[in-house]
C-alpha cells in the first residue's frame, strides 16, 4: 500500500502562486507517475497533469499549461505542483494520485486532497 498526502493548498487572491506537495510513503514512489487532479464543488473532477516515473516527461490540461508546472524529488519521495498566474476558476480541491503506467487512465492511489482558494 501507498499513502498519499498532499499539503500546501490554502486561500491566495487571483494572480498569486502555490506550491503543492504530494507526500508517499509505503511501497517504491519513484516506480509510480504522478497525476493531479481538481474538482471544484458542482463539478466533476478534471485532470491537472502528470509527471512520469523518472520525471523526465510531463503533461498538463490545455486549462493549466504555461501557469503550472509539476516536478518531482524520489529521493523525497514527494510530488510538486506549482502554480503561479492562479485564477478564481482555479478554486477546487486538489488531489495527486500514482500509475504504474504513464498515461493511463486508471490510478492505483489517491491522496485526500488539499483545497485551494483563489479570490478575485
Known amino acids: 500500500q501507498v499513502q498519499l498526502v498532499e499539503s500546501g493548498g490554502g486561500l491566495v487572491q487571483a494572480g498569486g502562486s502555490l506550491r503543492l506537495s504530494c507526500a508517499a510513503s509505503?511501497?517504491?514512489?519513484?516506480?509510480?507517475?504522478v497525476g493531479w487532479f481538481r474538482q471544484a464543488p458542482g463539478k466533476e473532477r478534471e485532470f491537472v497533469g502528470r509527471?512520469?516515473?523518472?520525471?523526465?516527461?510531463?503533461d498538463y490540461a490545455d486549462s493549466v499549461k504555461g501557469r503550472f508546472t509539476i516536478s518531482r524529488d524520489n529521493a523525497k519521495d514527494t510530488g510538486y505542483l506549482t502554480m503561479n498566474g492562479l485564477k478564481p476558476e482555479d478554486t477546487a480541491v486538489y488531489y495527486c494520485?500514482?500509475?504504474?503506467?504513464?498515461?493511463?487512465?486508471?490510478?492505483?492511489?489517491w491522496g485526500k486532497g488539499t483545497q485551494v482558494t483563489v479570490s478575485s
Open positions: 494520485a500514482l500509475t504504474s503506467i504513464y498515461g493511463a487512465k486508471f490510478y492505483n492511489y
Open positions: 509505503g511501497r517504491t514512489f519513484s516506480s509510480y507517475a
Open positions: 509527471i512520469s516515473s523518472g520525471g523526465g516527461r510531463t
